[in-house]
């Protein structure tokens, strides 16, 4: 069974760059799903996509985000990554990783995901 | 950019009871539909997508229908571990970009 873990600093600083790593294991990162994606959770509120990266590099983000996002992925650590620079108060949230593997061609809905990180911008 | 907008915004109700639970976009979203449970402190599990497929595991009281802008997800009979939050997502045609609706909750009465 594929498995999601989110790491990454707890705290980061108003202005600085957010950087989290998302861990697959169970299985291969190119073959678990058709997708990836980051999203994110602020305390007590709803959840925003952030962004999704296929296998190939090709990614699609949250147009309010674009200008301060990137994300990449490392098929030889398994791993999906999140850079978000310039980060306010308002980045304050749980990030979750999540990946869609409902079909192929996919269904674009989120069926795995990670229990999330929180991070704090203070 | 599609909206979409979750009524109610809460639900009060009983074990074995039905919950009728509404999307709407703004525009047409064919059938790039989901819904997603989740529970406090926990990750949102996905309940069905493409409006209507319940995802592996799903219980069979969990059905969603709709069409175009309009979206339902329907609880035949709440068990207790079905109060929780629940969210629909949705993804647009081209950039195929993904939005959620602000929840709804449904707790006991």
């Known amino acids: 069974q594929v498995q999601l873990q989110e790491s990454g600093p707890g705290l980061v600083r108003p202005s600085e760059t957010l950087s989290l790593t998302c861990n697959v294991s169970?299985?291969?990162?190119?073959?678990?799903?058709?997708?990836w994606a980051w999203i994110r959770q602020p305390p007590g509120k709803g959840l925003e996509w952030i962004g999704k990266?296929?296998?190939?590099?090709?990614?699609f983000y949250n147009p309010s985000l674009k200008s301060r996002l990137t994300m990449s992925l490392d098929t030889s650590k398994n791993q999906v990554s999140l850079k978000l620079t310039s980060v306010t108060a308002a980045d304050t949230a749980v990030y979750y990783c999540?990946?869609?593997?409902?079909?192929?061609?996919?269904?674009?809905?989120?069926?795995?995901w990670g229990q999330g990180t929180m991070v704090t911008v203070s | 950019d599609i909206v979409l907008t979750q009524s109610p915004a809460s639900l009060s109700l009983s074990p074995g009871d039905r919950a009728t639970l509404s999307c709407r976009a703004s525009?047409?979203?064919?059938?790039?539909l989901a819904w997603y449970q989740q529970k406090a402190g926990q990750a949102p599990r996905l309940l069905v997508y493409?409006?209507?497929k319940r995802a592996p595991g799903i219980p069979a009281r969990f059905s969603g229908s709709g069409s175009g802008t309009d979206f339902t997800l329907t609880i035949s009979s709440l068990e207790p571990e079905d109060f929780a939050v629940y969210f629909c997502?949705?993804?647009?045609?081209?950039?195929?970009?993904?939005?959620f609706g602000p929840g709804t909750k449904v707790d006991i009465k």
């Open positions: 169970g299985g291969s990162i190119s073959r678990s799903a058709f997708y």
């Open positions: 525009q047409s979203v064919r059938t790039y």
């Open positions: 493409d409006v209507s």
């Open positions: 999540a990946g869609d593997s409902t079909g192929h061609p996919p269904f674009d809905a989120f069926d795995m």
């Open positions: 990266i296929y296998e190939s590099g090709t990614t």
């Open positions: 997502q949705q993804r647009g045609d081209w950039p195929p970009l993904f939005t």
